[in-house]
């Protein structure tokens, strides 16, 4: 069975810090990754995503993430955190559907 | 390409009553997915389609939820004699099968609030 387990519901940082956002996961076969952001009362949109080759991704807004397959982690990172970044951000594992994490609550402080 | 289309975008209703909810994926999409996602969690599957066919419906949270795509175009999301619990944000994705579904992640529509008084 796949799963991702998100560390951490709430993370704030000030603006202009690191953003680190925690994602581990649970896949019996080599998985395929996602990060995913919802801003209030919206859907999903893709940030990125790994599926095989390079271990860091980059993705949209500035965002990247590293596969660690010996640390079965994702972890989403941002060096310089926005105010605009204020929202939720799930990690989810591939297959024939997706599943996701909880969530963590992303707060940016002025 | 104009988007997953979701209708309504809020739905308030009286406990007992049904609600029928409607999804329009991209349009050469063969696969869509539905999902719920409660206050402070994560989306939580509940069914998908490829083209007509719903390949899986077991995560259906009870008998009281159905979904159909007749014609592998739009799909709709019906619950019976609704509950209070069902209040949730519900998310329709599609994709293009599912090599692209892995490579290129679904396209999510923003989803219909239900809920139930």
């Known amino acids: 069975a796949q799963s991702v387990t998100q560390l951490g519901s709430h993370v704030s940082v000030s603006e202009g810090a690191l953003v680190l956002l925690r994602c581990n996961y649970s896949?019996?076969?080599?998985?395929?990754l996602f990060w995913y952001v919802q801003y209030p009362n919206q859907g999903l949109q893709l940030l990125l995503k790994y599926t095989t080759g390079a271990t860091l991704v980059k993705g949209i807004n500035g965002f990247e993430a590293e596969f660690k397959k010996s640390e079965t982690s994702f972890h989403l990172t941002k060096p310089s955190a926005h105010m605009s970044d204020a929202a939720e951000y799930f990690c989810?594992?591939?297959?024939?559907?997706?599943?996701f994490g909880t969530g963590t609550s992303l707060t940016v402080i002025p | 390409d104009t988007g997953v289309s979701q209708d309504p975008r809020h739905k308030i209703t009286k406990r007992g009553q049904n609600v029928t909810f409607r999804c329009d994926p991209i349009s050469e999409h063969n696969r869509l997915y539905w999902y719920r996602q409660t206050l402070g969690q994560g989306p939580e599957f509940l069914t998908y389609f490829q083209n007509e066919a719903q390949l899986e419906k077991s995560r259906l949270l009870s008998d009281r939820f159905s979904a159909e795509r007749p014609k592998g175009s739009f799909s709709t999301l019906e619950i019976q004699r609704t509950e209070q619990g069902d209040s949730a944000m519900y998310l329709c994705a599609s994709s293009l099968g599912w090599i692209r579904a892995q490579v290129s992640g679904y396209t999510f529509g923003s989803g219909t609030r239900l809920t139930v008084v």
């Open positions: 989810a594992v591939g297959g024939n559907q997706f599943y």
């Open positions: 896949s019996s076969v080599p998985p395929y």
